[in-house]
């Protein structure tokens, strides 16, 4: 036994900081035996120590005292390991019941019970330390840690970290929950704690239902594969803490200048100076669900995959439920990591399902209610804690400048720190380096896969996924914005309920990102000045020129965006609001479908525009929202406005100025048979006009088309020229 890995426990349990001189040599008092004893060491363990001490520990070889050749028992490893640390817990119990003797004697012998139990836990350690130095004396013999199976004695190897008990085969794995919960068990019994694990849930079971075949054997090439892709988790950007409920304070600290020159001639009240002033983040917890229905699986597996109609008549197909719960896990944890970047919380309407991406406010939408202003929970005021730098559009042909430019507006103090970091919304990061390799000839070196800013080489870039839509870049400390949740695994934790031949299954759970440190709140923009905030950012997020997706036969909402698109309806749709648009904003509705579109009267909250809008597609409204809920029209914008036109009549004309076309208001029976001054490659669209001798192209001659396309008003088509001289059809609409 290597009895030299105790030295430090034992000199620790003596109070020694260095051994006892006997004859010249290391070694141990009758009285430092004594001691040891009461601690719970055996006779012949302390015999031994005592020997190997005096002898320098030259007597331990390599192997363990057991000849060349033979490694140190993995048992007795092991039983060293745990005395060893029993030993140092051991020492810290009585470090703190002797302070609390002392405190007893201080403060009235108030803490009778605490030193009890402390005195309890004691006595339980030193009766560990009795179990484990006898056990360390029996020695399994040469060879023995070479068995891959338990020995005789039913003795295990806890420290493997791979199998239950070192045993072998794929059942003992310790990627099986039910193998990592029978060692937390072992070391428990053994008097150590174990890190906690997630509760057992109904997913953990069916790991071990496939190893004992309780379920089904399904030859491994007729099992369903899963091309569903997880999304990397943006907790290794943003890192994951535990245990928060909503309004849970996140305290900050602002402090003024303290330091001057020596002046210690004057009274000492009239020169002092500095400024403690203590604000908090009140973290926000938004409550996500899961909640699903299945209905008559029996004859969805028999319409979708028959072999796995195991379980005879029964309506309830547990084997396909498991499988498709473990689908569902996955697609929750996409939905997350894209709503913890992109999602804007909307509460939801009695009795409707919503969105994914409104369950609760993302990364984005945090920073933007910082920089736009939010209403501050704690009084109820309008406040900003962000101001923004005017950077302008960031472009490829003048990104290495805004970056330059918004990382040396930052304070030098906060800069130069060493743990600034820049985030920029992935597509941003090719970008970036395709700047570099312009301007400089080369692109910047690369360090582990970290970047940097060129200019500021203490100033890491982190690339932020899932952002293609967004255009903000943001500084402040890493570590500085975190993502939060309240209970580890809630959101898989899946609770199962039969009802009749159906079965409901939900979970709950809560999660927010946050920052623990953003910026003192101030009650007038004009006060902000950049000395007093922790995140940095440029002035817009995303661009007026992205639209995003408006919902199927409602109201279009501008909580997402200011830009909507609307989409095909099941009937034609008359708009009668824009949900969510704050006043004063300038809201761009554009027609992305005219199979059964929108259109918007000149009534109600739109009785102040122009006219009725029924648009063709592509065609874009600017409105902006009064005080008092109407809008008015700021400007219109058709699909074709920005169109060359043909002159009218014209049967050939040149494309040689553009590559969108209008035709002409024509006054007669007009057939293209053909356009001149094209280029092979380039798409052309031409959008037609009116209704009555509209332009014609026939699928023949010059052209090959799905069909003849008839060029009225609201149409269009895209050709290409190809290298043998026709033109093909792209797209129509």
Partial sequence: MKFKSFSAHILALLGLSEWSRVEDKNSITVEEVAKLKNYGFTEKFLTDFKASLENDFQDETEDGGQGEGNDEPKTTAFLRGLLGDTAARLTQAQEQLEALQAQQSEEDRNNTAAIAKKDAEIKKLSGIIAQLSEASENDPGKGTQHSAHMDGKGKFNLQDEKQLGGLQGEMFSLDRPYNLRAKAALMEAAGFEMIALPKASSMDYSRLKEDLGAFYRIPWQQRLQSFLMELPSIESIFPLESGYQDLATLVNIWLGEFSQAGNEESDFDKVTKGSYEFDDETLRMFNVMFAHRFKNLKALEKTWIGTLNKEGSNPIKWSFIEYILAETAKKLH????????????????????????????????????????????????????????????????????????????????????????????????????????????????????????????????????????????????????????????????????????????????????????????????????????????????????????????????????????????????????????????????????????????????????????????????????????????????????????????????????GEVFVTGVNTKATAITNFTDAEAGIVYTIYGNGSENASTIANAGNFVLTEAMTLSEGKFIKLAKASDGKFYEVARG
């Fill in 334 to 657: 996409n939905e997350r990591e894209q709503r913890r970047i992109n999602g804007i919380r909307k509460d939801p309407n009695l009795n409707e399902p919503g969105k994914a991406l409104a369950a609760a406010d993302g990364l984005y939408e945090f920073l933007n209610k910082k920089v736009n202003g939010h209403t501050d929970i704690n009084n109820g005021k309008l406040v900003y804690q962000i101001k923004p730098f005017e950077l302008g559009e960031i472009t490829e042909a003048n990104i290495g400048e805004k970056v330059y430019k918004g990382t040396s507006m930052i304070p030098a103090v906060l800069r130069d720190s060493g743990n600034l970091a820049l985030y920029m919304p992935s597509h941003f990061i090719v970008l970036y380096h395709k700047y570099n390799e312009l301007h400089y000839g080369q692109n910047q070196d690369y360090k582990a896969n970290i970047m940097y800013v060129k200019e500021y080489p203490g100033v890491k870039i982190i690339p932020v996924p899932n952002a293609d839509n967004h255009h903000r870049i943001f500084w402040t400390f890493e570590g500085n914005i975190k993502t939060f949740e309240d209970k580890p695994g809630e959101m898989t934790a899946f609770n199962l309920e039969q009802e009749d031949w159906s079965l409901k299954v939900w979970s709950n759970w809560r999660e927010s990102i946050w920052a623990i440190a953003v910026g003192f709140k101030y009650t007038k923009k004009e006060d902000m000045d950049y000395t007093r905030q922790m995140i940095f950012c440029n002035e817009y997020d995303r661009p007026a020129s992205y639209f995003v997706d408006a919902d199927k036969d409602k109201n279009p909402s501008a909580k997402l965006h200011t830009s909507i698109v609307t989409v095909a309806n099941t009937a034609e749709f008359a708009i009668t609001d824009i949900e969510d648009a704050p006043v004063g904003a300038v809201i761009s509705l554009k027609c992305g479908s005219v199979d059964k579109g929108v259109k918007i009267e000149k009534s109600g909250n739109f009785s102040l525009i122009d006219d009725d809008w029924e648009p063709g597609k592509g065609d874009v409204i600017k409105l902006m929202k009064r005080a008092d809920g109407k809008f008015i029209e700021i400007s219109r914008e058709n699909a074709s406005s920005d169109a060359l036109q043909f002159a009218p009549d014209e049967t050939a004309p040149s494309l040689l100025d």
